[in-house]
């Protein structure tokens, strides 16, 4: 004999002293309370992934880059960037002498950037000049210089 009695929610035996619990009883529990129970938790809607906790948990990060003076330096992650924000340490964002311009700052989406700094998948791209190019040399990634690093998920 089944349950005299089940529970409101899940309709789960509720077993009197003078009820005879039979195994298909415990079956038919287990299937309710897994069905119940991994519905919820599989369900997207209302959990998030693990990409959207990281995102809301800490949605940006900030670091260090240090310049090698190649042409690029290349600064890897373990998700896609939507937004980067560079600035070299101890310096103005861009400084002009004489004639020649040196962009020490810059700023990049996935749509575009600024010159001297891209965003390619996961990476993230310093630029170094060795000649100006129409009077601009790009200062993001000056040997032995240190970079403030600001990246958005």
Same mark, same amino acid.
């Given at each position: 004999?089944?349950?005299?009695?089940?529970?409101?929610?899940?309709?789960?035996? $509720?077993?009197?002293? &003078?009820?005879?619990?039979?195994?298909?009883?415990?079956?038919?529990?287990?299937?309710?309370?897994?069905? #119940?129970?991994?519905?919820?938790?599989?369900? &997207?809607?209302?959990?998030?992934?693990?990409?959207? *906790?990281?995102?809301? %948990?800490?949605?940006?990060?900030?670091?260090?880059?240090?310049?090698?003076?190649?042409?690029?330096? #290349?600064?890897?992650?373990?998700?896609?960037?939507?937004?980067?924000?560079? %600035? *070299?340490?101890?310096?103005?964002?861009?400084?002009?002498?004489?004639? #020649?311009?040196? #962009?020490? %700052?810059?700023?990049?989406?996935?749509?575009?950037? %600024?010159?001297?700094?891209?965003?390619?998948?996961?990476?993230?791209?310093?630029?170094?000049?060795? $000649?100006?190019?129409?009077?601009?040399?790009?200062?993001?990634?000056?040997?032995?210089?240190?970079?403030?690093?600001?990246?958005?998920?």
């Amino acid at each position: 004999m089944s349950s005299t009695n089940r529970t409101t929610n899940l309709g789960l035996n $509720q077993w009197l002293e &003078t009820d005879r619990p039979k195994r298909t009883d415990f079956v038919s529990d287990n299937v309710i309370i897994d069905n #119940v129970l991994g519905g919820h938790v599989n369900d &997207t809607a209302r959990h998030l992934t693990a990409d959207e *906790k990281a995102y809301i %948990s800490q949605p940006f990060i900030t670091m260090i880059a240090y310049g090698t003076g190649n042409e690029n330096t #290349v600064v890897h992650l373990d998700f896609a960037p939507s937004l980067v924000i560079a %600035s *070299k340490i101890g310096a103005p964002p861009v400084k002009v002498s004489g004639s #020649v311009v040196y #962009v020490n %700052s810059g700023v990049a989406t996935r749509q575009g950037a %600024s010159a001297g700094l891209r965003i390619e998948g996961n990476d993230i791209y310093l630029c170094e000049s060795t $000649q100006a190019e129409n009077g601009v040399f790009l200062n993001l990634n000056e040997n032995y210089s240190q970079y403030v690093l600001t990246i958005f998920r």
